[in-house]
Nanobody, 126 residues
Framework: QVQLVESGGGLVQAGGSLRLSCAAS????????MGWFRQAPGKEREFVAG????????YYSDNVKGRFTTSRDNAKNTAYLQINNTRPEDTAVYYC???????????????????WGQGTQVTVSS
């Protein structure tokens, strides 16, 4: 079965950095656009970054652009989210998700993703 497993979360001070990983199994990883979403307590899940399956094009929400970088290593079936210059408002559970190619999905719409990880907590202290 398909599994997405996030890792790399933790507690970090404001201004620090974290690198999240998302290890995928049970699917042809290179056929999937990978997205990163986050959900803070009492808030809706929001898109933060994505990377396309075919050309590696990346997408970011406006509030993380310039601080977050997503990448992928198809040989390792792993996607990454580098978070720099962390802010307290980045505190959330971070999820990776996989969207099948040719599905007609939108990269920043959660319901268009086929598979989800269990999430990893990121806490930024001020």
């Amino acid at each position: 079965q398909v599994q997405l497993v996030e890792s790399g979360g933790g507690l970090v001070q404001a201004g620090g950095s974290l690198r999240l990983s998302c290890a995928a199994s049970g699917l042809t990883f290179s056929y999937y656009t990978m997205g990163w979403f986050r959900q803070a307590p009492g808030k809706e899940r929001e898109f933060v970054a994505g990377i396309s399956w075919n050309n590696g094009r990346t997408y970011y929400s406006d509030n993380v652009k310039g601080r977050f970088t997503t990448s992928r290593d198809n040989a390792k079936n792993t996607a990454y989210l580098q978070i720099n210059n962390t802010r307290p408002e980045d505190t959330a559970v971070y999820y990776c998700a996989a969207q099948q190619r040719f599905s007609g999905g939108v990269y920043n719409r959660a319901r268009d993703y086929n598979y989800w990880g269990q999430g990893t907590q990121v806490t930024v202290s001020s």
